[in-house]
């Protein structure tokens, strides 16, 4: 629908609690006959798809409601409809599926050769994949909603869209729980790395001579960066990045995907809801604009999006089997389990594998902001072209929840009646939140046997960001593209960097072996049994245990 707005047209239904949040945010903006138009969508112009009783989310309500001083509601509402949008089946008349070619709309196989007038080879954005899905949760689904996906959920993927099956690659389904943390930790740290940065070309210009820091966010070590003063007044410093690693040359962690190529959660979103689902959201093409030629434009909001981002970013926090049963969450575990699952711990830092995932990292500020306080977080226009402030996406009114109090999922009931909040992030006495995140948002080379067979986004086939391990004892199978069916295959698998360390986990006695594998699978993912009624209407606490 051209125009900077984003109100109208058909899209995803509102549970009870976002519907009446919907209404009263509509009297913002047309009283009684807004409401009404909630509850009636009109009928679609050319090129719309209304279904019946669904509505998109107008991210001008939002703000509003942000001006307001009504935070909470705004971040609820978008939290609710964002759940709501990723348990959605989309049908065609929402957008979902694609122009593939032969009359088809999905495909697990990428297909360069339909090279025809709007076929898969001439889609806008380049299509590198899918679409695959008709819901989010149809892939991310294990051992609940929003978890991990099994290997029947890979995705095969052409980035150099040759059509060349040599050069296809494979990704295993990650899990999205814990997602804002990541992000806010990547923000802090690119800030940290930056400052250094503007430090080290201050000191060479004012000493006229060269100078270096050692780049340590949040004690992880990305080399060393260079500054040496011009020649010339004012005096322009000229870096030397050569001896930085693990980040690219412009210091900003790029924290999401396995490449580490996506720079926010926005950005992930938009673009699993093009590649996999075939839904493209109006920012990322333009607005009235049909870049996949399925006969349907505008298919996700500006206000979808941001949904979208708020509930992943809002997602719980892993949790630990010992954590459950302490709780009387699970059975309780039996003494041998507890101690061989902290020899395994011991085991795991004995071992070296802390060296990369670094069991504690610590955010200073645990308020996650849509969009982000940090400049480099958020984009200066959408890709469809358009002003971000201008669609409401307003870095002054943000939609903003703390990781510490506000996460709304696993707030529940123990046996005993006491109510505790599994979902949220431990604070310090500081107000900081400590993440238990087993991981360093640092890229290492991981040696040829992981190497993929071409070199995806140019940081080199066999380097990967480090995949945070926090609840891998619910998402097997493991490693990029699903090939470990175990714990013990993935870490013999190891290379490159982290051979050293393999080596010492393959010297072990099979008991200490044993423990460490323990160690790890205590580390599960939670959804508590009211959020997964809501959502699926399953009757039963979703944990693995091994």
């Known amino acids: 629908m051209p125009g900077q707005g984003d109100k109208g047209t058909a899209l995803v239904r509102l549970p009870s609690a976002a519907t009446a949040l919907a209404a009263g945010l509509l009297a913002l903006s047309g009283g009684a006959a807004a409401a009404e138009e909630a509850k009636h969508p009109p009928a679609a112009s050319d090129g ?15 703000v509003e409601m942000v001006k307001q001083g009504r935070i909470r509601e705004a971040f609820e509402l978008a939290f609710e409809h964002g759940d709501e949008m990723f348990e959605t089946a989309f049908i065609a008349a929402d957008g979902v599926g694609v122009k593939v070619g032969n009359g088809a709309k999905f495909t697990r196989v990428p297909r360069a050769d339909l090279t025809g007038p709007e076929e898969w080879a001439n889609h806008i954005p380049a299509r590198i994949t899918g679409p695959n899905a008709a819901a989010c949760n149809g892939c991310h689904n294990k051992p609940a909603n929003d978890g991990a996906g099994g290997i029947e959920a890979n995705v095969v993927r052409d980035p150099l869209m040759t059509g060349n099956v040599a050069d296809y690659i494979e990704r295993n389904t990650p899990h999205l729980f814990g997602a804002g943390a990541v992000q806010r930790l990547a923000e ?12 080290v070309g201050e000191a060479a210009c004012a000493s006229g001579k060269p100078q270096s820091m050692r780049l340590q966010p949040k004690g992880i070590d990305f080399g060393t960066i260079e500054a040496r003063p011009s020649l010339t007044e004012p005096c322009a410093p000229r870096f030397d990045e050569s001896a930085v690693v693990g980040v690219d040359a412009d210091l900003v962690i790029r924290p999401f995907r ?34 996949d030629h399925d006969g349907v434009v505008d298919e996700l909001s500006v206000g979808d999006i941001t949904a979208l981002e708020i509930y992943v970013a809002a997602q719980p926090r892993p949790v630990t089997r010992v954590e459950l049963a302490e709780h009387g969450l699970i059975e309780p575990l039996t003494a041998d389990e507890i101690d061989a699952i902290a020899q395994g711990e011991a085991l795991f830092s004995q071992v070296g594998c802390d060296q990369c995932h670094r ?23 959408f890709p469809g072209g358009q002003d971000p402030q201008a669609e409401g996406v307003d870095p002054i009114h943000t939609i903003s929840y703390d990781m510490t109090r ?37 890229r290492h080379d991981m040696g ?13 086939p066999s380097v990967w960001l480090t995949r945070p391990l926090w609840g891998i004892g ?16 993935a870490i013999r698998l190891h290379g490159g960097e982290s051979a050293a ?26 959804r508590d049994e009211e959020d997964e009624e809501e959502a699926e209407g399953q009757a039963e606490p979703v944990e693995v245990q091994r």
């Open 48 to 62: 719309e798809a209304v279904s019946e009783e669904v509505a998109h989310l107008d991210q001008r309500d939002l």
């Open 448 to 460: 040829p046997e992981l190497a993929d067979a071409i070199d995806e986004t140019g940081t080199g």
């Open 258 to 291: 396995w490449k580490g190529a996506d720079l926010s959660l926005r950005a992930f979103v938009r673009e699993g809801a093009n590649n996999e689902l075939g839904m493209q959201a109006a920012e990322l093409v333009g607005h009235g604009v049909d870049g």
């Open 359 to 381: 069991p504690t990292l610590t955010i200073e500020d645990p308020v996650f902001h849509v969009p982000s306080r940090s400049p480099l977080y958020r984009e200066a226009l």
């Open 406 to 442: 506000d996460l709304p999922d696993n707030i529940v009931e123990k046996p005993d009646g006491a109510e505790i909040h599994l979902g949220v992030f431990a604070a310090d006495p500081q107000g900081r939140a400590t993440v238990p995140l087993y991981g360093d948002l640092k």
């Open 188 to 199: 802090e740290m690119t800030a940290e790395m930056r400052a250094a940065r503007a430090w």
């Open 474 to 489: 619910s998402t097997d199978p493991y490693l990029h593209d699903g090939r470990a069916t175990t714990l013990d295959e």
């Open 501 to 526: 360390v393999r080596d010492t986990y393959v010297a072990l006695a099979e008991g200490e072996r044993a423990q460490l594998i323990a160690f790890l699978e205590n580390m599960v993912l939670f």
